[in-house]
């Protein structure tokens, strides 16, 4: 009986799940599903930044300070951030894991997987860049001093965000805010 050999260049095509491959933040290979979540062209991705699927460059440029940190101390990291579609400049939820293939140079090369959280939340359109981090990050269960840490403020200043987000959703407690920013 003859072995059977994988055909890896197929498995990362037809993935379930959008893939990509990294080097410096820029996007060396992609797979059909990445092409259908972000609405694109091979030609508009390969070669190019990860910050054209992004919101704004300030949203990338946090992201990739953020991220840093975790990649260089176990190598991953995942959350779920809001992302641009290349078509129609829509933005949209998405769930992003990446791995650094080597963790003392994190953004040298990875491999990161992107699924479209579109049809689960919904974006809410009148929120900052800062409240839509917030807000995912409160949807996980972290508390102002978790978040804080996360993003680089300080506890107090994430509770002002949670106010004006309780304020923005009309929520009374916090449970009640997460329950509708999921519900969204």
């Known amino acids: ?9 197929s498995a990362f095509q037809q993935a379930p799940i959008g893939l990509v ?3 410096q933040r820029q996007i060396v290979d992609c797979n ?3 092409l259908q979540i972000f609405g694109a062209r091979r030609e508009q991705l390969l070669g190019q930044s990860f910050a054209v699927m992004y919101p704004s460059a300030a949203e990338f440029e946090r992201t990739g300070e953020r991220i840093v940190a975790s990649l260089a101390a176990d190598g991953h990291y995942a959350d779920d951030r809001v992302m641009r579609r290349l078509g129609d400049g829509g933005l ?5 894991s990446g791995r650094a293939l080597d963790p003392a140079d994190p953004h040298a090369r990875g491999i990161w997987s992107f699924e479209d959280l579109s049809a689960r939340r919904q974006i ?3 929120l900052t ?5 917030i807000a995912a990050l409160l949807a996980e269960g972290r508390t102002s001093k978790l978040i804080g840490r996360h993003l680089g403020l300080s506890p107090r ?3 002002v965000y949670r106010a004006r987000l309780m304020k923005k959703y009309q929520a009374s407690s916090t449970p009640e805010l997460i329950h509708k920013l999921l519900s969204a």
């Open 21 to 23: 491959l990294s080097a």
């Open 32 to 34: 059909e599903r990445v």
């Open 129 to 133: 860049p800062r409240e839509r981090e």
């Open 157 to 159: 200043t994430v509770d």
């Open 124 to 126: 809410a359109t009148h």
């Open 92 to 96: 949209f939820w998405c769930h992003v």
């Open 1 to 9: 009986m003859d072995p059977v050999i994988p055909d890896y260049r």
